[in-house]
């Protein structure tokens, strides 16, 4: 698994050893993307945002939640996060109608 970081790329042969390190790097707003090809892993990197750790949204990588950004990336995040929502209830609220508000009225 290969972590790139600010154009530096480093290959940790542990996937979980990978996530932990790209999260941790990710905590001091990096730019850090997670691929099993480091040319790849690079090119990821250049779409995060300064904090944020990517990899391909259809990576299964151990230890971490991923929810698709685009239709290529996925924005990964630790499985112990403070979040109380799984991604699929997320989804769900994201999907689920709202109430239309009034229209505005003048007087």
């Known amino acids: ?3 790139s ?3 530096v ?10 996530v932990q390190l790209a999260l941790q790097l990710a905590a001091t707003r990096a730019r850090v993307a997670l691929d099993d090809e480091p040319a790849r892993a690079r090119d990821i990197a250049r779409c995060a945002l300064p904090g944020m750790v990517v990899c391909r ?5 151990p230890g971490c939640v991923c929810y698709p950004l685009t239709t ?7 499985c112990n ?3 109380s929502r799984s991604p699929v209830a997320r989804t769900l609220r994201s999907i689920t109608p709202r109430a239309t508000p009034f229209a505005p009225t003048t007087s």
């Open 1 to 3: 698994m290969f972590v």
């Open 5 to 7: 970081c600010e154009g």
């Open 9 to 18: 790329v480093l290959e940790l042969p542990d996937p979980i050893e990978a």
């Open 57 to 61: 949204r259809d990576a299964q990588l």
């Open 72 to 78: 290529t990336t996925a924005f990964v995040t630790s």
């Open 81 to 83: 996060g403070s979040s």
